[in-house]
């Protein structure tokens, strides 16, 4: 019923900067909170920026000040600007949103596959 697609990882060198997006489709009436977590191998996933629908924002202290979370609602996307990128951001990046479902009107968070960043040093 809703899909969440994520595009903008890559390989980087420490300093450099990427993009990350996630968009989000299907049947959708309503999206609240828009996440950005990553797991490194052996580590838990951790959350790593937030974004309410009205725009108030939380990062983890480790990327505050370098990572910029931002939503776009008419697109459905959120947005995660990665700036001074270290070797320890290497991680495999997953978006989630807490949906309300215009077929059902349940609410669900779903999750993207997720994507590679590896900051090489």
């Known amino acids: 019923q809703v899909q969440l697609v994520e595009s903008g990882g890559g390989l980087v060198q420490a300093g450099g900067s990427l993009r990350l997006s996630c968009a989000a489709s299907g049947s959708i009436f309503s999206i609240y909170a828009m996440d950005w977590y990553r797991q490194a191998p052996g580590k838990q996933r951790e959350l790593v920026a937030a974004i309410a629908s009205g725009g108030n924002t939380n990062y983890a202290n480790s990327v505050k000040g370098r990572f910029t979370i931002s939503r776009d609602n008419a697109k459905n996307t959120v947005y995660l600007q990665m700036n001074s990128l270290k070797p320890e951001d290497t991680a495999v990046y997953y978006c989630?949103?807490?949906?309300?479902?215009?077929?059902?009107?349940?609410?669900?968070?779903?999750w993207g596959q997720g994507t590679q960043v590896t900051v090489s040093s």
């Open positions: 989630n949103a807490d949906i309300l479902l215009r077929s059902t009107w349940q609410r669900h968070g779903y």
